[in-house]
Nanobody
Framework: QVQLVESGGGLVQAGGSLRLSCAAS????????MGWYRQAPGKQRELVAT???????NYADSVKGRFTISRDNAKNSVHLQMNSLKPEDTAVYYC????????WGQGTQVTVSS
């Protein structure tokens, strides 16, 4: 059974930091891309950051310079270090993995208070 389990969300004040983690299990094929997406209330889900198996990264403009994505291929895990958080970063953050097909985690809530 495929599972993507996210952790690390929570409530933080503006300017603070959080680190999200996602561990994938039960995926038979090599994971080519892992990433983080977020969805705020009333908005569409949007890309935050992705990283491929070679370590190449891609970030949304809104998080560049503040967020850092990293990956442990051996553990099929991906992390998102979020610094200088803003209230507009408040959303449910989802982990995504692509291994011929895509898999999604259940999401973890990040709330940034002003």
């Amino acid at each position: 059974q495929v599972q993507l389990v996210e952790s690390g969300g929570g409530l933080v004040q503006a300017g603070g930091s959080l680190r999200l983690s996602c561990a994938a299990s039960g995926i038979t094929f090599s994971i080519s891309v892992m990433g983080w997406y977020r969805q705020a209330p009333g908005k569409q889900r949007e890309l935050v950051a992705t990283i491929n198996s070679g370590g190449s990264t891609n970030y949304a403009d809104s998080v560049k310079g503040r967020f850092t994505i990293s990956r442990d291929n051996a553990k099929n895990s991906v992390h998102l270090q979020m610094n200088s958080l803003k209230p507009e970063d408040t959303a449910v953050y989802y982990c995504r993995a692509i291994a011929y097909v895509e898999y999604w985690g259940q999401g973890t809530q990040v709330t940034v208070s002003s």
